[in-house]
DNA sequence: ATATATGCAAACGGTTTGCAGGGAG
DNA sequence: CTCCCTGCAAACCGTTTGCATATAT
């Protein structure tokens, strides 16, 4: 899957970096640019290399850094898997996704279910919580793996 | 809270013992006991601490290879939450629940949902995937922590 | 001019592994 | 007597941090 249009990526950004006093800088735009340019759930790794393949070269600690404040600036979500992985992917306003993992060749698939999204919200009332976010993540065989077994 | 009666814990792993040619030892005596009598949530560190405090010592790595070898078994499962705390915790056969996690002080709350899981059924079905588990973590504030703020 | 960003390398924290000695079957 | 298990320390891996230098505003 590769991602949409992104004016609201860019405009959120600019407007974060104004707002919080921070700076424009070349490394900020290429490793934006490269992670638009990713399919949709980008390991910190992955983005890494993509950058140091294109343009002038980029420390991994940037890319973090980078990668960290676009989620302060709510710009992108994390997920991090059972298998450890630990993935990056855009963070539309008022959208919500959840995924789907292959458990053997490691594949992600998304899905959106509006009942799933109210029960939750049902639950946290019922215990007493005030809902912020939350993650479901079904493991399982995707269509060719089963084949394969 | 605490855990429940565990005869089907110690006999499950008797009988994964014996099934798989491995050997009944002080340790794992000691940190099944141990982990029994710990809340719901155990990380290994803890587990690891509480083991020692008691009988003689145990290497962390022992505590790590039981809790693997625990997993192996299906007799515990393990959770990984978005402030990188890995807990593991009780896997009753034919049982399952998920997870309230407050983004404040830690807590972990946990619920049972039949809807969702039948709905997760239905969309792992519509993707073609087969199931093999799931994991469906709230993050939030707990009761207490809303009044703080 | 000043504060923020960057690159590098070192530090980190949780987990796993290699190996030599110890203990269960 | 054999194979499995343990403790220890070292290795690991993804991520973060400290510091001196570079750069945006």
Redesign the interface.
Known sequence: MIKPGSKWFWDGLDAYLLANQLKQTKQRKMIVEEFLAMPAHVQAEQLYQRVNEKGEKVGLATIYRTLNLLKEAKLVE?C?F?DGRSVFELSPPGSHHDH?I??SCGEI?E?E?E??ES??RQ??L??????????????????SC?RKT
Chains 1, 2 share one sequence.
């Open positions: 994390q991090v059972a789907l292959c458990i698939a899905f279910n009942e799933i029960v939750q639950i946290a019922e215990k007493g919580f005030k809902l912020y976010s939350h993650r479901l993540y079904l493991y399982g065989l995707c269509t089963q």
